[in-house]
């Protein structure tokens, strides 16, 4: 953490951002135009690169009206075999740096045919199916507790604010439950059958183990969902990476937007 914490400060010149941003797949367009300090996380000590088609994977350190941002433009992820406490060590690092609110995007699949691909759905909360936890192993009583309260994950107050951009611009918004699966493989119909009658709507390989550490160490974070297909057995067409990452491109375009209204506005 130390050297990660000294090689970011050095190469931003000590740049504090207030706002961390997590772009999920296929929501790259929202760096377009934005000017600053990029490193790649090839280049900083602790981070592993992330190798996921459709992923950057490099820090992009700029302002967005006047906010001190920093933007993650790739993640890592449990089934690319890191372990979920390096999978979720940029938000550790974000908290060092003085980051106070987050706001995480994935792609995801509906489990509901009511959730039709192109939505956007503001994550109300999730539930962990990974089969691990980011906090497995020593606690750093720094960061936050050993036991930590997992009620209101997503805060209430930033989803209002959103809900206020979008309806502002025109943009219908859902709301539902994350569901996490480590992957890499896609859910089986079975299985999504099994998530929907658990009270999910949606579900994805990432985001709910870095909400968790996100929750632990006291950052209000804001989770979307960009609905990209169908998960397995509810369309005739199987869930396949190229279209997740196309349908991103197209739907991501309004969610981007409505995501810059936001940080005016927060
Ligand atoms: N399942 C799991 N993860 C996903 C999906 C899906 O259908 N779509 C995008 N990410």
Do not use: W
Not at 40 to 63: A, N, Q, R
Not at 147 to 167: H, W
Not at 207 to 224: D, F, H, M, Q, R
Request: proline residues 5%; aromatic residues 8%.
């Amino acid at each position: 953490m130390h050297l990660t914490l000294e090689f970011i400060n050095e190469k931003t010149k000590g740049f504090k951002p207030e706002l961390a941003i997590v772009l999920g797949s296929g929501l790259g367009a929202f760096c377009e135009g934005l000017c600053g300090i990029s490193i790649p996380y090839s280049d900083i000590p602790g981070f592993s690169p992330t190798k996921v088609k459709g992923h950057k994977g490099e820090l992009l350190f700029c302002e967005i009206y006047g906010k001190k941002c920093v933007i993650m433009q790739g993640r890592f992820h449990y089934y690319e075999g890191h372990p979920l406490c390096q999978t979720t060590f940029p938000i550790k690092v974000f908290k060092r740096l003085g980051v106070k609110k987050l706001i995480l995007t994935n792609a995801a699949g509906s489990l509901k045919k009511e959730l039709p691909p192109g939505s956007i759905m503001l994550i109300d909360d999730h539930i962990n199916f990974m089969g691990s936890n980011p906090l497995i192993g020593e606690n750093d009583d720094t960061l936050g507790t050993r036991f930590p309260d997992m009620n209101e994950v997503y805060s209430k107050n930033m989803q209002k604010i959103f809900k206020e951009c979008a309806e502002k611009l025109g943009v219908e918004l859902k709301n539902g439950v994350y569901c996490a699966l480590s992957g890499p493989s896609y859910e089986t119909p079975a299985e999504v059958k099994m998530l929907s009658i658990l009270g999910g709507n949606a579900t994805g390989m990432s985001t709910v183990p870095e909400a968790i550490v996100a929750k632990y160490c006291s950052i209000e974070t804001l989770g979307i969902s960009l609905i990209t297909n169908y998960a397995a057995g509810l369309s005739d067409v199987a869930p396949n990476h190229k279209e997740v990452v196309e349908m991103g491109n197209t739907a991501g375009q309004k969610l981007c937007m409505v995501l810059k209204e936001f940080v005016k506005n927060i």
